[in-house]
């Protein structure tokens, strides 16, 4: 059954039981239960229609930002800016295809040399340092980061706002060839919207960090600015300095509840607002029995976190697992190393990371076809799960390539087991539908040094791996 098809009928079962309490009690007064509804909103209802609405966001978005680090890291390009921008219809076919793949609204790379715009259609135009609408690369370009997350309007359609993953791309010394990334259509964010309010009767709308209103469903009244709204005059410094917080006002001699957060990847705040007596089902709690409404309290709160639990369990599988292979997927991964390379200079242990990249595999996929070259993935990736220990991270990094991380590993026992594998491999009859091959991979190693940050350690052992394939593959490289 489909997710919203389930919450909808748990939304159902949550409401019965609601009422089946309702109508078994008569002695609540009517501010107890007012102030009981107060607090329903306030603890639950608001909050749940946050955290939903934000969950919906984060899948959207941060499948583009896997997609944008891919195209930065991905050879073709770096090849391709490398020698000159000589054809630009082979990178506007691959941002095309790019496009088509993953269903993005737009994609794009922006030489640094010649600061040509190229898009998915075509060469769109050169960026340029004087002109105001063209700020947004010179800053990403000195950013920090490796990407960013801004909105912006699409050049062929000016009226139409995106969401744009611009990510850094760099060469193999490390040098700056320019950026690189997708874009994703706000729509799929005012769906999301019109989608809440007409279901919950709440208000959403969503509020730059300083303070303007960026977007909102169609029913939208008012200032565009916060500190210039009804109710919000007060609370508009506290919204804009805390990730999340909660408060209610007054308009119209009625009450209106607000809950609000802050959204990190888009540096926008998530704003959902109701009225205290907008749900009528529970106008009713004035009849709630204390007894009754404690007990079916508990058994909803109980079925409610049960469901979610399942549910968020779900969106991570789905946000975590490469769904060819079943291993932890690139966004996975960055987390683990994170933490693991931590705990290793914090406790000085020995942490070993591997990159690996089964050598000629295009040509698996031309001469026998994409399926079959899936079909040798998640072999080679059963060989890992069964090979690698317990404690260790696996993990497909993209394409035919695959990073693991050994925690409390030092160099010698690392290499061993890269020397064991590819005798494994090598040995190994990687079966297809119609024939049986042979398979080699190339390997970099890298030990973690003292005081390494995560991205020195990847671009080394990325440096490592490009060696080996540059010596002829079938072989380890460790630097």
Same mark, same amino acid.
């Given at each position: 059954?489909? !997710?919203?098809?389930r919450? /909808? $009928?748990?939304l159902?079962?949550?409401?019965?039981?609601?009422?089946?309490?309702?109508?078994? *009690?008569?002695?609540?007064?009517?501010?107890?239960?007012?102030?009981?509804?107060?607090?329903?909103?306030?603890?639950?209802?608001?909050?749940? =229609?946050?955290?939903?609405?934000?969950?919906?966001?984060?899948? $959207?978005?941060?499948?583009?930002?896997?997609?944008?680090?891919?195209?930065?890291?991905?050879?073709?390009?770096? #090849?391709?800016?490398?020698?000159?921008?000589?054809?630009?219809?082979?990178?506007?076919?691959?941002?095309?295809s790019?496009?088509?793949?993953?269903?993005?609204?737009?994609?794009?790379?922006?030489?640094?040399?010649?600061?040509?715009?190229?898009?998915?259609?075509?060469? @769109?135009?050169?960026v340029?340092?004087?002109?105001?609408?063209?700020?947004?690369?010179?800053?990403?370009?000195?950013?920090?980061?490796?990407?960013?997350?801004?909105?912006?309007?699409?050049?062929?359609t000016?009226?139409?706002?995106?969401?744009?993953?611009?990510?850094?791309?760099?060469?193999?010394?490390?040098?700056?060839?320019? !950026?690189?990334?997708v874009?994703?259509?706000? #729509?799929?964010?005012?769906?999301?919207?019109?989608?809440?309010?007409?279901?919950?009767?709440?208000?959403?709308?969503?509020?730059?960090?300083?303070?303007?209103?960026v977007?909102?469903? &169609?029913?939208?009244a008012?200032a565009?600015?916060?500190?210039? +709204?009804?109710?919000?005059?007060?609370?508009?410094?506290?919204?804009?300095?805390?990730?999340? =917080? $909660?408060?209610?006002?007054?308009?119209?001699?009625?009450?209106?509840?607000?809950?609000?957060?802050?959204?990190?990847?888009?540096?926008?705040?998530?704003?959902?607002?109701?009225?205290?007596?907008?749900?009528?089902?529970?106008?009713?709690?004035?009849?709630?029995? @204390?007894?009754?409404?404690?007990?079916?309290?508990?058994?909803?709160?109980?079925?409610? +976190? !049960?469901?979610?639990?399942?549910?968020?369990?779900?969106? %991570?599988?789905?946000?975590? =697992?490469?769904?060819? *292979?079943?291993?932890?997927? +690139?966004f996975?991964?960055?987390?683990?190393?994170?933490?693991?390379?931590?705990?290793?200079? /914090? &406790?000085?242990?020995?942490?070993?990371?591997?990159?690996?990249?089964? #050598?000629?595999?295009?040509?698996? /996929? $031309?001469?026998?076809?994409?399926? /079959?070259?899936?079909?040798?993935?998640?072999?080679?990736?059963?060989?890992?799960?069964?090979?690698?220990?317990?404690?260790?991270?696996?993990?497909r990094?993209?394409?035919?390539?695959? !990073?693991?991380?050994?925690p #409390? *590993?030092d160099?010698?026992?690392? %290499?061993?087991?890269?020397?064991?594998?590819?005798?494994?491999?090598?040995?190994?009859a990687?079966?297809?539908?119609?024939?049986?091959?042979?398979?080699?991979?190339?390997?970099? @190693?890298? &030990?973690?040094?003292?005081?390494?940050?995560? %991205?020195?350690?990847?671009?080394?052992?990325?440096?490592?791996?490009?060696?080996?394939?540059?010596?002829?593959?079938?072989?380890?490289?460790?630097?």
């Amino acid at each position: 059954m489909p !997710i919203n098809h389930r919450k /909808n $009928d748990m939304l159902w079962v949550f409401a019965a039981l609601l009422l089946l309490g309702f109508s078994v *009690t008569s002695f609540f007064s009517y501010f107890t239960a007012k102030a009981a509804h107060r607090e329903t909103i306030k603890l639950s209802t608001l909050p749940l =229609t946050s955290d939903n609405i934000y969950s919906e966001i984060q899948r $959207d978005i941060l499948p583009t930002v896997v997609i944008s680090s891919l195209m930065a890291q991905d050879t073709f390009v770096r #090849d391709w800016a490398l020698s000159g921008e000589q054809d630009p219809a082979l990178i506007t076919r691959y941002l095309n295809s790019i496009q088509e793949k993953y269903q993005t609204e737009t994609a794009f790379f922006i030489s640094d040399r010649s600061l040509r715009y190229y898009h998915s259609t075509t060469v @769109l135009r050169y960026v340029d340092p004087e002109k105001a609408d063209d700020d947004w690369y010179f800053r990403a370009k000195d950013m920090a980061e490796d990407f960013e997350i801004n909105v912006d309007s699409d050049f062929l359609t000016a009226q139409k706002r995106n969401f744009f993953v611009n990510h850094k791309m760099f060469d193999y010394q490390d040098s700056f060839l320019g !950026i690189i990334g997708v874009g994703l259509a706000t #729509d799929t964010i005012s769906n999301l919207i019109e989608n809440y309010q007409q279901k919950f009767n709440r208000q959403v709308f969503f509020v730059s960090s300083n303070g303007e209103v960026v977007m909102h469903g &169609k029913n939208f009244a008012g200032a565009t600015i916060l500190n210039q +709204r009804p109710g919000y005059r007060e609370q508009a410094a506290v919204i804009l300095n805390q990730a999340t =917080t $909660d408060f209610s006002y007054q308009i119209n001699g009625e009450q209106m509840m607000v809950t609000t957060r802050y959204i990190p990847e888009l540096d926008w705040y998530l704003l959902v607002e109701e009225r205290a007596a907008s749900q009528p089902i529970l106008t009713r709690s004035l009849w709630i029995n @204390l007894a009754f409404s404690l007990l079916i309290s508990m058994v909803v709160l109980w079925l409610t +976190r !049960i469901t979610l639990s399942r549910y968020q369990g779900r969106l %991570e599988k789905l946000a975590n =697992t490469d769904s060819l *292979t079943q291993l932890d997927n +690139r966004f996975a991964f960055e987390h683990k190393i994170i933490g693991a390379v931590s705990e290793a200079q /914090n &406790k000085q242990q020995a942490l070993c990371l591997i990159l690996v990249d089964l #050598d000629h595999f295009k040509t698996i /996929n $031309d001469q026998y076809g994409h399926l /079959n070259g899936d079909a040798v993935l998640k072999q080679f990736a059963a060989i890992l799960k069964a090979r690698m220990p317990s404690e260790c991270v696996t993990c497909r990094w993209g394409g035919e390539e695959f !990073i693991l991380l050994m925690p #409390d *590993t030092d160099l010698l026992a690392a %290499e061993e087991f890269v020397h064991h594998l590819m005798s494994i491999v090598r040995g190994h009859a990687f079966q297809l539908k119609n024939a049986e091959i042979k398979l080699t991979f190339s390997c970099g @190693l890298s &030990k973690l040094k003292v005081g390494e940050q995560v %991205e020195d350690l990847l671009k080394r052992t990325d440096k490592a791996l490009y060696q080996a394939k540059e010596k002829g593959r079938d072989r380890l490289v460790v630097l």
